[in-house]
């Protein structure tokens, strides 16, 4: 049996066609994946920063119990925590806007903290009970896990980024509304050394 010039063309017309749509159908969900990649770490970043929230109130509480401890800086904690525990990002929205609106919460909180760790040095009685030396473990432990998740986040979106930029993909990115991701950013100023004075 011998295909006619015209059945040929209809074959390598529709073997064309189904190719595409299989590619189309393959860019699409690797760009999912990657943006439910880049969810899932933003959930990872979430979580490091509830568990130091979450490790605040047994600290106050710690430092309470100590007679003539400065009260307004246990203020300064507890409204810092309340203030970053205020603000919530939409992982499908990560603008730079909204990171740096939670970053900042997050840096009031962490600036209120050193504070307060800068005090109970006057209260040597505080530094030797175990309960305060474990809540400052976990709070240091707390802060390089921040710093790990926020590199990996980091990581995570700029992977994300790239692959809605490139070709094929920027334009099934732009057709089914896929949005760039931001990143978190060292602090102003973080670039100089700080100045020590003896």
Do not use: C, H
């Not at 600290?59 to 007679?67: D, F, M, P, Y």
């Not at 600036?111 to 009685?125: G, Q, T, W």
């Amino acid at each position: 049996m011998k295909l006619s010039k015209g059945w040929i063309i209809a074959i390598v017309v529709v073997a064309f066609i189904f190719i595409m749509i299989m590619s189309s159908v393959g860019m699409y969900n690797g760009l999912v994946k990657s943006e439910e990649s880049v969810n899932g770490q933003w959930a990872n970043v979430e979580n490091v920063y509830q568990r130091r929230s979450d490790l605040i109130p047994n600290l106050v509480n710690t430092v309470k119990g100590v007679a003539n401890f400065e009260k307004s800086t246990l203020t300064d904690v507890i409204q810092a925590r309340a203030n970053a525990t205020a603000v919530k990002v939409d992982p499908t929205n990560l603008t730079p806007e909204s990171i740096k609106k939670f970053e900042g919460a997050q840096n009031g909180l962490s600036s209120s903290l050193s504070r307060l760790m800068v005090v109970v040095e006057k209260y040597p009685e505080l530094k030797a009970t175990q309960n305060f030396m474990e809540l400052q473990s976990q709070l240091e432990g707390t802060e390089n896990r921040i710093a790990v998740e926020r590199r990996k986040f980091n990581e995570s979106a700029q992977g994300y980024n790239a692959s809605i930029r490139t070709f094929p993909r920027v334009i099934f990115a732009r057709m089914f509304g896929f949005q760039k991701k931001a990143y978190f950013e060292a602090q102003a100023g973080a670039e100089k050394a700080p100045e020590v004075k003896f």
